[in-house]
């Protein structure tokens, strides 16, 4: 079922189109160690959505059939699925790179010790999330202790090479603002952030991501409960930066849930809105059957958020 909120009942957003696929944005399901503020899936502990190893097959079958680049697996935490190694593996055999966008704490949880080197044995280039340099505001965005154990996981990943100078392995940090505004110019923060961990911690990491915060799922209740929903909108329309149009992550991607249903992005996943022009849902056996995916993408308001400001993508800022 669509959401229901006021920013998807039309779109004065520009049109977009989908040029030649090269990523496959998986998300593995909405089970996840932490329940983060700023989460747009409203993942958590309790969560029982999990894709099984018959979609991932389907996924796997998809990427060599259309000579897809990358697989960019998320979640929940998508580590906590139980086919995770297999696809990994698979993919790697297959010689497609994998991303792995993971919230750190995962690596420092019980059963998962063996995280660190799998990932750098298969040279899975890490995205973590690490939404500010200080404990304080970590803690409070992402839960009691969670910087802490982050720090360890960093540490973790860097003993195994990941981070480091002259190392194949890619390790980036992902910050989100703690409320409802713009990320600051992700150079300049990327400086702050590289100087304050090397510095207090010995941490070493290759870029950082700024990623605006979408007003959908946990973050948009958030928005709403405060009472800020449509100023905040408002930022991202007044916002919007039309040299970031041609660089956003959905001309050259596709998001997959947790069933196999497929979608022009992630965001419009947890909205549950259909491809552009399609009346339902479209799965991914109907792509492999040979039913491409339409080239003109779905939009909305939310799409502000990928273009306010700086720009915002899951490669981090786009201008």
């Known amino acids: 079922m669509i959401e229901t909120l006021p920013y998807l009942e039309n779109s004065s957003f520009p049109d977009l189109s989908r040029r030649a696929l090269e990523t496959l944005q998986l998300n593995l399901g909405y089970l996840c160690n932490l329940s983060c503020l700023h989460c747009h899936v409203n993942a958590g502990p309790t969560r029982k959505e999990l894709m ?5 097959d389907q996924v796997l079958t998809l990427a060599k059939k259309t000579g897809v680049k990358t697989l960019d ?5 998508p580590e906590m699925n139980p086919h995770f190694q297999y696809l ?43 939404p500010c340099y200080l404990a304080e505001n970590v803690d409070k965005q992402r839960g009691n202790g969670v910087f802490e154990q982050s720090l360890a996981a960093l540490t973790r990943l860097n003993a195994v090479g990941y981070g480091k100078k002259d190392s194949q392995l890619t390790l980036d940090l992902v910050f989100n603002p703690q409320g409802a505004t713009l990320p600051p110019p992700q150079k300049t923060l990327e400086a702050s952030y590289k100087t304050h961990l090397k510095h207090h911690y010995k941490i070493d990491f290759n870029h950082l991501y700024t990623i605006t915060n979408m007003p959908i799922k946990r973050f948009g209740s958030t928005l709403i409960s405060q009472g800020n929903f449509d100023e905040y909108m408002q930022l991202l329309v007044d916002s919007y930066n039309p040299e970031t149009l ?6 050259n991607t596709i998001s997959v849930d947790w069933q196999g249903f497929v979608y022009d992005c992630d965001f419009n996943q947890m909205l549950g809105l259909p491809l552009a022009n399609q009346p339902h849902k479209t799965h991914l056996n109907d792509l492999i059957d ?30």
Do not use: W
């Open 88 to 130: 990994v593996q698979k993919a790697t055999q297959l010689k497609i790179k994998v991303i792995d966008r993971c919230n750190l704490v995962i690596l420092e949880a019980s059963g998962y010790d063996y995280l660190a080197e799998f990932l750098a044995e298969h040279k899975v280039t890490v995205v973590a999330s690490l």
């Open 73 to 77: 697996l998320t979640g929940g935490a």
């Open 246 to 251: 041609a660089q956003v992550m959905c001309i």
């Open 52 to 56: 099984s190893k018959e979609t991932i």
């Open 290 to 319: 040979g039913h491409l995916a339409p080239t003109n993408i779905a939009t909305r308001q939310h799409c502000y958020g990928c273009t306010a400001g700086q720009g915002s993508s899951c490669g981090g800022a786009l201008s």
